[in-house]
């Protein structure tokens, strides 16, 4: 499991030194730049990331004068990157009369690995780069987040090994759910194995009542706009998504009979099957 807070352990200076380094970023962008993540949050493998063109950039942000410790790692800088098939990126900033400013010229950013500065822009292609899983996972919880409408949403993971994915305020209090995302035509995603130990840990935190969702993506069609049965889903496309009709109530049971229990309307949902997004 994660922390709900989203700001926890954050120092409200940092806070500031990644409000100020996500708008400069996102200037520069001019308008292409897609946010990945573009929330302070835990967990935090990054500090942000987004997507330009075809590219993946994930960044990690330093204090250049080293007085301010950042929050996460390298480690997990390099996990996320890699898994995601995207650029480690780091953001070298200074504090000057309690404005921060970025270090570097351009962009400010540096390859986490050599330590030079790199230009995003540089590093489009017009190769078509199939998505990640994790890419997809993302893609499957804020299909989901968008789902509950205006519930308050109290933190997300798009980490595709934690559960549960999506923190939000409900009807009696912090409510959760388990996503999973699947590749059309195969929408049999199943809940984690441990689904009831998360489930027990969560009602130790107060929070007893959890749902499980799959969002199923696909390719467009371009002449159709219907999901395609060949064409690959690749990051940048505008995809099919279909999520189940309802989130599916995970019930507690003994636990001799640890299975999933939907309600009489949460079934009549699953028959209906698929409803867009």
Known sequence: MFDVTPCGQMSREFQALWTLAASYV??????????????????????????????????????????????????????????????????????????????VPGWGLVDARTREPVD??????????????????????????RSLGGRKILNTSSHPSISPSVWYRGETGAEWVMVRAARHPDADAQPPGNWAQIREACAERGSG????????????????????????????DDPVVRL????????????????????????????EAMRAV
């Open 26 to 103: 996102e200037r520069l962008g001019e308008g292409g730049l897609v946010w990945f993540k573009g929330k302070l949050s835990t967990p935090l493998y990054e500090h942000f990331s987004f997507r330009l063109g075809n590219q993946l950039f994930f960044v990690r942000l330093e204090d250049s004068e080293g007085r301010l410790t950042a929050p996460g790692s390298m480690a997990g800088l390099l996990e996320i990157s890699e898994a995601c098939a995207g650029v480690p990126l780091l953001m070298p900033m200074r504090n000057q009369g309690g404005i921060w400013l970025p270090s």
């Open 244 to 271: 189940l009709q309802a989130p599916v109530y995970l019930k507690p049971a003994p636990p001799e009979e640890e299975a999933l229990a939907p309600s009489p309307a949460e079934a009549e949902g699953r028959a």
């Open 120 to 145: 995003p822009k540089r590093l489009l292609t017009s190769e078509r780069i199939p998505l990640t899983d994790w890419e997809l996972h993302d893609a499957a919880v804020k299909a989901v987040t």
């Open 209 to 236: 009542n959890g749902y499980f969702a799959v969002a199923v993506f696909a390719a467009r069609d371009p002449e159709t706009g219907a999901a395609s049965e060949t064409l690959a889903l690749c990051r940048g």
